[in-house]
């Protein structure tokens, strides 16, 4: 079956300190992966997107992601956090070009 | 360009009920898709659509029907609501995938919260 996985309901990180956010998929084929931020009352905004080839994929607001074959994880990392990254995160899987799957979400807390 | 936008914000239904939640695109894409959130369960699937005309089942779509008889709006449909189906909407578009980009990310809407007693 395929899937996404997000190991941790929450993370919890210092102001300045790095962070990371954890997703895992389980696809058949090439995958096509996403990471994406919420931030409450709101939809789901785009943050970045794997390609074929590039194992560290930057995207907005100063996030990476970190994609990793023999691991099949796909975490998504910042250097330094801010307390305004503090939002719903969300790993996503596009499977047969008209379907996605998202994992169930990572609550990121950075305090000041 | 206002991008997604979902009508309504929020309602609140008696059981039994039923009512028809409204999303728009204004930026030409193909595909549509309408989700449910629930908490820790992420977003799942009820109905997307490839093209004006054409819908399909995703993986919660019992209880909702939809449809899109113009490309660039995608209705969801609820004959008969039941407390099971109190959750957030959401709305989302994407290109269709080409040869020289086959990885197009979704365009979300911000949601229709819908509470049914």
């Known amino acids: 079956a395929q899937s996404v996985a997000q190991p941790e309901d929450q993370v919890n990180v210092a102001e300045g300190n790095p962070l990371t956010v954890k997703c895992t998929y389980s696809v058949s084929g090439n995958p096509y992966l996403f990471w994406y931020v919420q931030y409450p009352n709101r939809g789901l905004q785009f943050l970045l997107k794997?390609?074929?080839?590039?194992?560290l994929v930057k995207g907005s607001y100063g996030f990476e992601a970190e994609f990793n074959k023999s691991q099949t994880s796909f975490h998504l990392k910042k250097p330094s956090a801010l307390v305004s990254d503090s939002a719903l995160y969300f790993c996503?899987?596009?499977?047969?070009?008209?379907?996605?799957?998202f994992g169930s979400g990572t609550k990121l807390n950075v305090k000041p | 360009n206002a991008g997604v936008t979902q009508t309504p914000k929020f309602r609140v239904l008696k059981t039994g009920q039923s009512m028809t939640l409204l999303c728009a695109q204004d930026?030409?894409?193909?595909?549509m898709y309408w989700y449910r959130q629930d908490p820790g369960m992420g977003l799942r699937l009820i109905h997307y659509?490839?093209?004006?005309?054409?819908?399909a089942k995703g993986e919660v779509p019992d209880g909702y029907n939809v449809s899109r008889l113009k490309k660039q709006n995608f209705l969801l449909g609820l004959e008969s609501a039941a407390p099971s189906q109190t959750s957030v909407y959401f709305c989302?578009?994407?290109?269709?995938?080409?040869?020289?980009?086959?990885?197009?990310?979704?365009?979300f809407g911000d949601g229709t919260r819908l509470s049914i007693l």
């Open positions: 930026m030409n894409h193909e595909y």
């Open positions: 659509s490839v093209g004006e005309g054409t819908t």
């Open positions: 996503a899987v596009r499977i047969n070009f008209n379907k996605f799957y």
């Open positions: 989302a578009s994407s290109y269709l995938p080409d040869r020289g980009n086959s990885n197009q990310p979704q365009h």
């Open positions: 794997y390609i074929t080839g590039d194992n």
